[in-house]
């Protein structure tokens, strides 16, 4: 259990990766394509149309980021509930709980495009907290790290 | 909740989410509402027909294909043809012409109709699949008559799997002139603009539309937007006149310089443009790509305006055609955005007033009613919102009443934040769509249809017809 608690948190840390790369891959096409004389409009922008190659890279964003994270987020919340460590369900929690915000701020930077500012810098907090739950989540006799962690072990 | 959100395989829309009197007569129906609603006996969709057996003053015959649609740059996308081309043969017709239209489907698998976008049809030829007839599969056909009323710029397109099939090809423009021609009447111009893969077009071709036209004299430039976002256009030099929107003229018009005018998903707005009598050319700009060009020369493009047409104020006020202020029937159209399941797939969903596709209002109203609608939209996106067989008046957008002219609409954006109060009488029974035109958001479960109360479907969305009119 041990195992896939640190499996599943380390995926976390990969996947918010796939989250950075997809998008700074998608908005490179655009660049570029935009450079070779695509142009970005309404009527395009909300096409369904695949203007240039690098456009997956959104779809990925999306589909990773509403169903893919949050699925592997539950399971290792679930993992940790499962192991009754209450480090590893704090962390685990602290995870799910991001993984929320995040969302919400995807989607609520559609309409305020300053909140996307947010959206960034919670990902770096989101993939820290998942490399933390990876490296301590179910040490319960690490007394060095556990003081590390942002409540206090009750033993 | 996974399972109930699944939508079984054939279901009639008359069966779909729950009855809406608002606040109107009606007894407080089973599902399947339709009888014992008054005293008017049923009608099946079907029999709501133009009516007549008179010979068509136009008649046109439309064969839907598969295609090639070769774009500019060599390459050549996979869509449909109707008549060997696309966008399909330019319709027009005068104010009291019976339009006849024979649509064949040579081998499109998923079949196909033909909607006619802003003109109010009798129900019958309104052609939305499952809900006005099935759809035609391979070999089929299916006659549209109707009696064209209001001179004016409209479209045509597919209403099955429409968000695909519009995109590939299927579409059109129809233009219904005065009954008269007028003397001295402005050069008529149809900019028919559309996305085909990446390529923005304007009646199918890439690049400009030139419109040599002497100087002093004047162009009248239909601009329909055919895609799913919005569309803009400016002017470079000089002035324009908004004649009308969503084929209905607006009153008093005043030149506008300084200012770009939105046309929505679905939508149409005449320009009236002048060709200097210096000679010169004027360019009209459509989006960023293109532009329709007025006179012999070829001006360089200029940015777009800061400025926007506001319709609420724009143009002179006039009486409206009835009273407003005691609707029989008030309806809420509350657009929102939530987690859940749509036909099993989880997402982030359209939601209407709260509830999710196919839960959502049956908005039910009686010939005659004066109906008011509340459209509100709190989702994060814009939504260009398209009422079947009706012309609604704009009353007020968030609280502000309209002071222009007369604002008819039967595509009309709603920006995220904004809440219009909208108007129509129910003068034309059927059962009719009110979706959103950004068709990919119809398909994500955008939609919901205005009934009136005596009248049922034998058609069915889904079932064997593969009815799918999204
Ligand atoms: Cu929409």
Same mark, same amino acid.
């Given at each position: 259990?041990?195992?896939?608690?640190?499996?599943?948190?380390?995926?976390?840390?990969?996947?918010?990766?796939?989250?950075?790369?997809?998008?700074?891959?998608?908005?490179?096409?655009?660049?570029?394509?935009?450079?070779?004389?695509?142009?970005?409009?309404?009527?395009?922008?909300?096409?369904?149309?695949?203007?240039?190659?690098?456009?997956?890279?959104?779809?990925?964003?999306?589909?990773?980021?509403?169903?893919?994270?949050?699925?592997?987020?539950?399971?290792?919340?679930?993992?940790?509930?499962?192991?009754?460590?209450?480090?590893?369900?704090?962390?685990?929690?602290?995870?799910?709980?991001?993984?929320?915000?995040?969302?919400?701020?995807?989607?609520?930077?559609?309409?305020?495009?300053?909140?996307?500012?947010?959206?960034?810098?919670?990902?770096?907090?989101?993939?820290?907290?998942?490399?933390?739950?990876?490296?301590?989540?179910?040490?319960?006799?690490?007394?060095?790290?556990?003081?590390?962690?942002?409540?206090?072990?009750?033993? | 909740?996974?399972?109930?959100?699944?939508?079984?395989?054939?279901?009639?829309?008359?069966?779909?989410?729950?009855?809406?009197?608002?606040?109107?007569?009606?007894?407080?129906?089973?599902?399947?509402?339709?009888?014992?609603?008054?005293?008017?006996?049923?009608?099946?969709?079907?029999?709501?027909?133009?009516?007549?057996?008179?010979?068509?003053?136009?008649?046109?015959?439309?064969?839907?294909?598969?295609?090639?649609?070769?774009?500019?740059?060599?390459?050549?996308?996979?869509?449909?043809?109707?008549?060997?081309?696309?966008?399909?043969?330019?319709?027009?017709?005068?104010?009291?012409?019976?339009?006849?239209?024979?649509?064949?489907?040579?081998?499109?698998?998923?079949?196909?109709?033909?909607?006619?976008?802003?003109?109010?049809?009798?129900?019958?030829?309104?052609?939305?699949?499952?809900?006005?007839?099935?759809?035609?599969?391979?070999?089929?056909?299916?006659?549209?008559?109707?009696?064209?009323?209001?001179?004016?710029?409209?479209?045509?397109?597919?209403?099955?799997?429409?968000?695909?099939?519009?995109?590939?090809?299927?579409?059109?423009?129809?233009?219904?002139?005065?009954?008269?021609?007028?003397?001295?009447?402005?050069?008529?111009?149809?900019?028919?603009?559309?996305?085909?893969?990446?390529?923005?077009?304007?009646?199918?071709?890439?690049?400009?539309?030139?419109?040599?036209?002497?100087?002093?004299?004047?162009?009248?430039?239909?601009?329909?937007?055919?895609?799913?976002?919005?569309? !803009?256009?400016?002017?470079?030099?000089?002035?324009?006149?908004?004649?009308?929107?969503?084929?209905?003229?607006?009153?008093?018009?005043?030149?506008?310089?300084?200012?770009?005018?939105?046309?929505?998903?679905?939508?149409?707005?005449?320009?009236?443009?002048?060709?200097?009598?210096?000679?010169?050319?004027?360019?009209?700009?459509?989006?960023?790509?293109?532009?329709?060009?007025?006179?012999?020369?070829?001006?360089?493009?200029?940015?777009?305006?800061?400025?926007?047409?506001?319709?609420?104020?724009?143009?002179?006020?006039?009486?409206?055609?009835?009273?407003?202020?005691?609707?029989?029937?008030? !309806?809420?159209?509350?657009?929102?955005?939530?987690?859940?399941?749509?036909?099993?797939?989880?997402?982030?969903?359209?939601?209407?007033?709260?509830?999710?596709?196919?839960?959502?209002?049956?908005?039910?109203?009686?010939?005659?009613?004066?109906?008011?609608?509340?459209?509100?939209?709190?989702?994060?996106?814009?939504?260009?919102?398209?009422?079947?067989?009706?012309?609604?008046?704009?009353?007020?957008?968030?609280?502000?009443?309209?002071?222009?002219?007369?604002?008819?609409?039967?595509?009309?954006?709603?920006?995220?934040?904004?809440?219009?109060?909208?108007?129509?009488?129910?003068?034309?029974?059927?059962?009719?769509?009110?979706?959103?035109?950004?068709?990919?958001?119809?398909?994500?479960?955008?939609?919901?249809?205005?009934?009136?109360?005596?009248?049922?479907?034998?058609?069915?969305?889904?079932?064997?017809?593969?009815?799918?009119?999204?």
């Amino acid at each position: 259990m041990r195992t896939t608690y640190k499996v599943l948190a380390y995926t976390i840390c990969v996947l918010v990766g796939v989250q950075a790369a997809s998008h700074a891959w998608a908005s490179a096409g655009l660049g570029s394509w935009v450079e070779g004389g695509g142009v970005l409009d309404s009527t395009a922008f909300e096409s369904d149309e695949s203007l240039f190659p690098e456009m997956a890279g959104f779809g990925i964003h999306a589909m990773n980021g509403m169903m893919i994270i949050p699925f592997v987020s539950l399971i290792l919340l679930v993992i940790a509930l499962i192991s009754r460590t209450r480090k590893a369900m704090q962390w685990a929690g602290l995870v799910l709980l991001l993984v929320g915000v995040q969302i919400f701020l995807g989607f609520a930077s559609f309409g305020v495009a300053a909140l996307a500012i947010l959206h960034g810098l919670n990902a770096l907090a989101l993939f820290t907290c998942a490399l933390t739950a990876g490296r301590i989540g179910m040490r319960v006799d690490a007394p060095a790290v556990a003081a590390a962690a942002p409540a206090v072990e009750g033993s | 909740m996974w399972a109930l959100s699944l939508v079984p395989a054939r279901y009639s829309a008359m069966s779909m989410g729950y009855v809406d009197l608002g606040g109107g007569p009606g007894e407080l129906a089973p599902h399947t509402h339709g009888a014992g609603y008054g005293e008017a006996p049923l009608v099946e969709v079907t029999d709501l027909t133009e009516g007549s057996s008179r010979a068509p003053d136009v008649s046109v015959t439309l064969t839907a294909a598969r295609g090639a649609i070769r774009l500019g740059d060599g390459d050549a996308i996979d869509g449909y043809t109707l008549n060997g081309g696309t966008p399909g043969p330019e319709i027009r017709a005068r104010v009291g012409d019976l339009v006849e239209v024979t649509l064949v489907n040579t081998d499109i698998d998923a079949g196909i109709t033909l909607h006619w976008h802003g003109i109010d049809v009798p129900n019958a030829a309104d052609g939305v699949a499952g809900i006005t007839q099935d759809a035609l599969a391979p070999g089929e056909s299916q006659v549209y008559r109707f009696v064209a009323k209001d001179a004016g710029t409209y479209w045509y397109h597919s209403h099955q799997v429409a968000h695909e099939q519009v995109r590939r090809g299927l579409l059109g423009a129809i233009v219904i002139e005065p009954a008269a021609a007028e003397a001295g009447a402005p050069v008529d111009v149809v900019a028919l603009a559309h996305l085909y893969g990446a390529a923005h077009t304007i009646n199918g071709a890439e690049g400009d539309l030139h419109v040599d036209i002497p100087a002093g004299a004047s162009a009248r430039v239909r601009i329909i937007n055919t895609d799913n976002g919005a569309l !803009f256009a400016w002017l470079g030099s000089g002035s324009f006149r908004v004649l009308a929107v969503d084929g209905h003229d607006l009153n008093g018009p005043s030149d506008v310089s300084d200012a770009e005018v939105r046309v929505p998903a679905g939508g149409r707005v005449d320009l009236l443009i002048a060709r200097p009598a210096d000679g010169s050319s004027v360019r009209l700009h459509l989006g960023g790509p293109r532009g329709v060009v007025i006179g012999p020369a070829d001006p360089e493009p200029v940015r777009a305006p800061t400025g926007q047409v506001d319709l609420l104020s724009y143009g002179e006020p006039a009486p409206a055609p009835f009273d407003a202020t005691a609707p029989d029937r008030r !309806f809420d159209y509350v657009i929102g955005r939530r987690w859940g399941f749509l036909d099993g797939r989880p997402g982030a969903w359209w939601t209407i007033n709260g509830h999710l596709y196919p839960d959502v209002p049956m908005f039910t109203v009686e010939e005659g009613d004066v109906v008011m609608m509340r459209l509100a939209n709190h989702s994060g996106q814009a939504h260009p919102m398209h009422l079947h067989g009706h012309h609604a008046l704009v009353l007020s957008r968030d609280g502000v009443p309209s002071t222009g002219s007369p604002w008819w609409v039967d595509s009309l954006e709603v920006l995220d934040g904004e809440e219009y109060e909208i108007a129509f009488v129910a003068d034309n029974p059927g059962i009719w769509m009110d979706h959103c035109h950004n068709l990919p958001h119809a398909q994500e479960g955008l939609v919901a249809h205005l009934a009136y109360a005596n009248v049922t479907t034998p058609f069915l969305l889904g079932g064997d017809a593969k009815n799918e009119p999204e």
